[in-house]
């Protein structure tokens, strides 16, 4: 089943929609970033993972400064139409701090305070 | 390396964080809801996903009333501590559609409008 963009409820995220990036062969879920329009567009163009930076503001591309790019193989949608499942081949890591994911650190009862 | 809740970003989402929960065995990615302090404390203390309603503005546990529920098997945080990935066993279907996952439906180029 296929959906078009105008189904995609960018509203409730004040216009931004959480996107799960996941490697194609591994499944490792890679890291959470998030869309608007713009973005998701620039995605379906390209080929290439294209996401909102919210600190930013602005438009970016994964891998534009590292090299690090995420080439898009299927982008899925939730049953609310409001986040996104993006599957890709990820060149080199996709974590800044040099790791191959962004989770990375496990959270352990004993340690809750 | 395991983190505690005090050092989690409650704050950017307004007090919630995006949770992605993905199926232990097959490591497909099942869903995406949200956290408070307060559900991410009952998921620790009971082992079976708690989550936010954001529609309901309350706590929820996971298959509450469709008996799907979620034994949590990990708990990791991503680098900017704004972001959880649950590893879970899933019983029955995670989606409210009757799928197994949230994510059955495709986003194909030729069809954006």
């Not at 690090?68 to 609310?80: E, F, L, P, W, Y």
């Not at 499942?85 to 009862?109: D, M, P, S, W």
């Amino acid at each position: 089943m296929a959906v078009r963009i105008s189904e995609l409820n960018f509203s409730k995220g004040g216009g931004l929609i959480p996107v799960v990036t996941q490697d194609v062969n591994t499944n490792e879920v890679l890291m959470v970033a998030y869309m608007n329009e713009e973005s998701l567009k620039k995605t379906l163009d390209t080929g290439f993972a294209h996401y909102w930076s919210r600190s930013r503001n602005s438009l970016w591309m994964k891998g534009e400064t590292s090299g690090n790019t995420q080439k898009v193989k299927s982008i899925m949608i939730d049953c609310d139409e409001d986040t996104i499942l993006l599957k890709v081949e990820q060149k080199g890591n996709a974590c800044h701090t040099g790791n191959k994911t962004c989770f990375y650190r496990r959270i352990e009862k004993p340690l809750v305070i």
